[in-house]
């Protein structure tokens, strides 16, 4: 399916780019954060990264870099829940087993021009593993972590700092993906390369598992996505290039009751923050996808694919704009190898809010 995407903006970082996140909160959600990881090679290899944040405004087309900070190689970085009491936040997964907690400073104000600047407010390393994906709970007071090591661990955000809670084994091989039940958060869902997908009550320490389906997907699994507005629903994507959609409602033995390839690793899901069973998917090798999921089998609505390298990164923005007369989405996407950030509207009237 070719992509009818009206093209915004575009950008290359510094690095090896593989993840997106637009802020949620108000007053910020013009910000989008963009982190990169980049291996490099030697008698010591490094793993290098670094977050920039960008001033976005795609109805006049301007996607402008306002503050840049260095790390190590990073995996994942999430922006904090709308749900928390605090402001931005902005948690940063990397390869050198650190979690770290930045706070977004000076960036809010619309009647003056747009900045700010990134304040480190805390920092753990938390395994001697890499810390591969993070998940923040709905109320921002805990963060689950997948690790390198096919262990997971639940963090407590505090004002003092970050706090392990617990880290148990819940997989044989790298644990690619975690999410926070965002309907009953006692409960976190687990992916990862031995292509099993779980579940776990963490009220219970070490954590008792709650289900694990090891038959459906035939390669790892990279990400999980719950639905935000159907308790009973979530979404798993894979390497097999399959996202498949689960029925909940018998906790113990989920269902998977639909499923649609999308021609690619399925490395992201995003839920789009208006339309309801709407989603986007970063599809590794076949660039990105825009997928409805309703009662009967998944369709593939639109497709993007204007980057050569791995589609790694995709988030949506959270704020309506209005170009001639219809109020359509925003999409960031980035890929891999060639460092390229992109700024897109769909085309498809189903993604209209």
Not at 345 to 350: A, G, Q, R
């Amino acid at each position: 399916m070719p992509s009818r995407a009206m093209d915004v903006a575009h950008c290359y970082l510094e690095g090896n780019a593989d993840a997106v996140e637009f802020c949620p909160h108000d007053g910020y959600q013009h910000v989008l954060a963009a982190s990169t990881y980049t291996l490099q090679e030697g008698e010591q290899p490094t793993r290098a990264g670094s977050i920039s944040l960008f001033d976005v405004n795609a109805e006049k087309g301007n996607l402008e870099l306002f503050h840049r900070v260095d790390t190590a190689g990073i995996f994942d970085i999430k922006w904090s829940t709308i749900g928390s009491n605090a402001g931005p936040l902005l948690a940063q997964a990397d390869a050198d087993g650190y979690l770290r907690i930045y706070s977004l400073e000076g960036s809010s104000n619309e009647e003056k021009p747009r900045g700010g600047f990134l304040s480190e407010v805390s920092g753990e390393r938390i395994s001697s593993s890499m810390c591969l994906f993070l998940d923040w709970n709905p109320l921002a007071t805990s963060i689950s972590v997948g690790l390198s090591d096919g262990s997971v661990s639940i963090v407590n955000i505090a004002e003092s700092g970050i706090e392990k809670l617990q880290e148990w084994k819940a997989h044989d091989f790298e644990l690619w993906t975690t999410c926070f039940d965002i309907h009953q958060p006692q409960l976190v869902y687990t992916g990862s390369d031995d292509c099993k997908f779980s579940c776990w009550d963490i009220r219970d320490s070490p954590s008792e598992r709650v289900f694990q389906n090891s038959k459906v997907h035939k390669m790892g699994v990279c990400c999980i996505a719950k639905s935000p507005t159907d308790p009973n629903t979530i979404l798993t994507g894979s390497y097999d290039e399959y996202l498949r959609v689960w029925d909940l409602r018998s906790i113990s033995r989920p269902v998977n009751e639909a499923s649609v390839c999308l021609g690619g690793g399925v490395w992201r899901i995003k839920h789009h923050p208006f339309v309801s069973g709407l989603v986007l998917a970063a599809c590794m090798h076949n660039g990105f996808a825009i997928v409805k999921i309703g009662e009967k089998k998944p369709e593939v609505v639109e497709a993007y694919s204007q980057h050569d390298s791995l589609a790694y990164g995709a988030d949506w923005q959270r704020v309506k704009i209005l170009p001639e007369g219809k109020s359509k989405s925003t999409v960031a996407t980035c890929s891999f190898y060639d460092r390229l950030l992109r700024l897109w509207m769909p085309k498809s009237d189903i993604c209209c809010i």
